[in-house]
T-cell receptor, first 112, second 116 residues
Framework: AQSVSQHNHHVILSEAASLELGCNYS??????LFWYVQYPGQHLQLLLK??????LVKGIKGFEAEFIKSKFSFNLRKPSVQWSDTAEYFC??????????FGSGTRLQVQP | EAGVAQSPRYKIIEKRQSVAFWCNPI?????LYWYQQILGQGPKLLIQ????????DSQLPKDRFSAERLKGVDSTLKIQPAKLEDSAVYLC??????????????FGSGTQLSVL
């Protein structure tokens, strides 16, 4: 069975700091990887996704993530965070026809 | 485009009572999911429908939880009787295709259930 680990539960950064949120998955076959974001008071929405090809994927609002197969990782990055990036971030993995399995989430707090 | 609609937004019940949640997915979306999100955890799949058929209900506690999507459109999730550990946000999501792992999910705002 697939599983996802997000090791950072709560991250506090100042505006303009760089961000990297860790995500590791457990599955031996082909995976589809996602980052979803939930802004305060809003529903979960897709930030970016990886299916195949270039392991560096770019999403909305300047976010990017890199798939490193040898490390079973799909870390989320942003060079310079803004106060509006305050949200909860969820990594998710999909395999075959199975529904997505989500990590436990990372709460990001950006201080102005 | 209208999003995934869920109701109610909040529900407070006492243990052993029953409760029902409703979800209307985006029009035309074939696959519908119910996820349970306990505070401090990520969403956990309860049940996945493709049209009006169940694709995966392996993590649904069937002794107390039931769900249906009779006409392949909207869906109802029921808990009877509720336990304290059922306190969570119940999320409904839908996707356009047939539940392949590379499909984008569209989520509703969820129903926050508190069991006292």
């Amino acid at each position: 069975a697939q599983s996802v680990s997000q090791h950072n539960h709560h991250v506090i950064l100042s505006e303009a700091a760089s961000l990297e949120l860790g995500c590791n998955y457990s599955y031996g076959g082909t995976v589809n990887l996602f980052w979803y974001v939930q802004y305060p008071g809003q529903h979960l929405q897709l930030l970016l996704k990886y299916f195949s090809g270039d392991p560096l994927v770019k999403g909305i609002k300047g976010f990017e993530a890199e798939f490193i197969k040898s490390k079973f990782s799909f870390n989320l990055r942003k060079p310079s965070v803004q106060w509006s990036d305050t949200a909860e971030y969820f990594c998710a993995v999909g395999t075959g026809r199975r529904a997505l399995t989500f990590g436990s989430g990372t709460r990001l707090q950006v201080q102005p | 485009e209208a999003g995934v609609a869920q109701s109610p937004r909040y529900k407070i019940i006492e243990k052993r009572q029953s409760v029902a949640f409703w979800c209307n997915p985006i029009s035309g979306h074939a696959t519908l999911y119910w996820y349970q999100q306990i505070l401090g955890q990520g969403p956990k799949l309860l049940i996945q429908f493709q049209n009006n058929g169940v694709v995966d209900d392996s993590q649904l506690p069937k002794d107390r939880f039931s769900a249906e999507r009779l006409k392949g459109v909207d869906s109802t999730l029921k808990i009877q009787p509720a336990k304290l550990e059922d306190s969570a946000v119940y999320l409904c999501a839908s996707s356009l295709g047939y539940g392949l792992a590379n499909e984008k999910l569209f989520f509703g705002s969820g129903t926050q259930l508190s069991v006292l």
